[in-house]
């Protein structure tokens, strides 16, 4: 009788712990300090357990082929170009945090709350500088200097299929040229040497030219020179460097604003405890963290920023016309019929 009342005690404490899971799935590049994470889960007694969807492209892909058995309760790292696709497939439930009172309004993704803004970046295009002035190259001034074989060969970009930042910059493409225009832009471009690769991270860590790859024009962040001087050796916050390593390429038309978001998934096991987690992103601590974490802007108005920033830019990308945002999907499967396959 003993015995059986122990293990009907485990058995419960089991079963209770699972019931206070809360799973949080992410795109790759997702960072926020361990102990802000462990303060969450010691006042909501839970344990939070995260699951890596790959780039965004790829964690909203992920969602969908799981969204009959749905394998988390919340997401992080979808953005504006992702959202009509993730309402498309009724992925989201809204939940509005009353944070998001505290996010200005031309930063808010959507007013239901299907995704509360956590942060916005710019997507950019980023240049070595020690390359070019080695190699007495001018930089390019505009894309249709970029799609010339002496910088397309030199530039590494991230498929629209499967990155988010290559959805962002397709997107970008579009809006300055038209769809025709973006079409015949990006054959000459990969006609001419212009390289595309599955992911932000395979690009700046593998291809860019400041971690060893061969292209010294990188699609990335506008933020992402700052995060150069930050990882340097020695790095003091009182004694900053005249300029970073890397700096940014704003040709007219590439640029775009990404505002990323979190939201609570259609069927979530634990729908209480992941609107909490919804709220704990929009917390002050949060906000403060992630800046030198994944290198964008907190969406909470009057986060103090680390004086690195000074290395990062917040451009004034062109207006973006309503018919490039309606279906972003549409407009990748375009690319791929009339870029990737064409010959």
Not at 127 to 142: E, T
Not at 182 to 211: C, E, M
Not at 279 to 304: H, N
Request: hydrophobic share 45%.
């Amino acid at each position: 009788m003993r015995k059986l009342i122990v293990a009907a005690l485990l058995l419960g404490a089991a079963q209770a712990q699972a019931q206070t899971t809360l799973t949080v799935i992410t795109h790759d590049s997702f960072d926020v300090d361990k102990k802000l994470v462990a303060q969450f889960e010691a006042q909501n007694r839970a344990k939070v357990r995260f699951v890596k969807g790959g780039d965004a492209g790829e964690l909203l892909n992920r969602l969908i082929l799981t969204r009959r058995a749905p394998i988390a309760d919340v997401v992080y790292g979808l953005d504006n170009s992702l959202l009509a696709r993730a309402q498309q497939m009724n992925l989201l439930q809204p939940y509005r945090s009353p944070a998001l009172g505290k996010v200005p309004a031309g930063y808010r993704l959507d007013d239901a709350g299907l995704l509360n803004t956590v942060d916005y970046g710019y997507v950019a295009l980023n240049y070595d500088r020690a390359y070019f002035q080695k190699a007495g190259l001018a930089l390019p001034k505009s894309l249709d200097d970029l799609k010339k074989p002496e910088y397309a060969r030199l530039t590494v970009v991230s498929s629209p299929a499967t990155s988010s930042p290559g959805l962002a910059f397709l997107l970008a493409t579009v809006n300055h040229y038209g769809e025709a225009g973006a079409w015949q832009w990006w054959k000459t471009a990969r006609a001419g040497g212009l390289k595309v690769v599955r992911g932000w991270s395979d690009a700046y860590y593998k291809d860019f030219t400041r971690a060893g790859g061969k292209s010294p024009i990188v699609l990335s962040y506008a933020s992402s020179p700052a995060a150069e001087v930050f990882y340097a050796d020695n790095y003091d916050p009182a004694k900053l460097p005249a300029q970073a390593p890397t700096a940014n390429l704003l040709l007219p038309g590439s640029t775009w604003l990404q505002l990323e978001g979190v939201g609570v998934l259609k069927g979530a096991k634990q729908p209480a405890l992941a609107r909490k987690f919804v709220d704990f992103m929009l917390s002050p601590a949060v906000q403060a963290d992630i800046p030198t974490r994944m290198w964008i802007y907190p969406a909470v108005s009057g986060t103090k920023l680390d004086p690195v920033f000074r290395f990062a830019q917040q451009p004034d990308p062109a207006p973006v016309k309503a018919s490039v945002t309606a279906n972003p999907q549409r407009l990748v499967d375009a690319w791929v019929q009339n870029v990737l396959r064409s010959r």
